[in-house]
């Protein structure tokens, strides 16, 4: 089977700094660095790393060659990635001491795919195939739709969040996932909880609280606890987990299996600086599982 992902490509500039600056507040980094990002592309190194067929629809600018040819490297199918007018986006990430972070993003390429280059995908796509998407690009709702319309498996990744894009989307989707803040956000937006939401499947992701999977067609609620680590940088993780689920499921894994192995592959991430350049695969899964 294929993963198709409809994501952002990112060039993503870290700075490493004591805390996160407040109002007004200047602070001298201690390190910095350049690396691929954007959720869509974590997802399909992600995906593609727990050893699924990704093929990834995106858009650079002229500056962006660089990050189509990393994600080559990394095993993604790229020739859906289009060069536009748009510079590729940009992403300001500031990660502290603790491992939390705030990021800043332009719009760029990522907002500027051609609606025919997403036709173009997905004609090549099978019935039972995955679909996933998340909210750093234009063409969600017609993405969704058209993956609906070709009987494909549709998973939507809210982030970043916009209860507005999700009540948009959902009608045209088979599973959701969300962290713990953007559900609550959610139900405080439309008076449902996740249980209750016209979906599927939801996945709610409670960082080292575990992961929530509400399966919607029988009203079962299943616990999968988190792997405990020590976190350096939480940029990164969320994005890894919903790829590693993903290609999980396309290749038949039960659910809790499937969410098992990515709770294990986000624990990795959150001990790396970085986003897609460091995306564990399957021998450090193995690794860590023996340590």
């Keep these: 089977m294929t993963l198709y992902c409809l994501g952002s490509i990112n060039e993503d500039i870290f700075y490493q700094v004591p805390h996160l600056p407040a109002p007004g507040e200047t602070l001298t980094a201690d390190t910095t660095f350049r690396g691929l990002g954007g959720k869509g592309a974590n997802m399909s190194v992600a995906a593609a790393r727990a050893a699924a067929h990704v093929v990834h629809i995106g858009a650079v600018g002229a500056d962006g060659a660089w990050a189509r040819a990393l994600l080559l490297e990394y095993g993604v199918d790229t020739r859906h990635i289009v060069e536009v007018d748009e510079d590729t986006t940009k992403a300001l990430i500031m990660v502290d001491t603790a491992g939390e972070n ?38 969600q709702v017609q993405t969704a739709r058209m993956g609906r319309d070709l009987a494909l498996r549709v998973a939507y990744a809210a982030a970043p969040f916009s209860a507005r894009a999700v009540s948009d989307i959902i009608e045209h989707i088979d599973l959701l996932i969300l962290n713990a803040v953007e559900a609550a956000q959610l139900t405080d937006a439309t008076g449902q909880t996740a249980a209750e939401l016209p979906v599927d499947t939801v996945i709610v992701t409670r960082g080292a609280d575990g ?56 624990a990795i991430m959150v001990t790396r600086h970085g986003t897609a350049d460091v995306i564990p695969d399957l021998k450090d899964l193995e690794a860590f599982r023996q340590d």
């Design 211 to 266: 992961i929530d999977w509400f399966d919607n067609r029988t009203g079962k609620e299943t616990h999968i606890p988190a792997v405990p680590v020590v976190p350096v940088d939480t940029t990164g993780a969320g994005d890894t987990l919903t790829g590693y689920l993903i290609a999980g499921l396309d290749r038949s894994m039960p659910m809790e299996q499937a969410l098992t192995r990515a709770a294990r592959a986000a």
């Design 102 to 139: 705030a990021i800043v993003l332009t719009q760029g390429a990522n907002w500027a795919i051609p609606p025919g280059q997403i036709g173009l995908a997905l004609a090549e796509a099978s019935p039972g195939d995955w679909l996933l998407i998340q909210n750093e690009t234009s063409q």
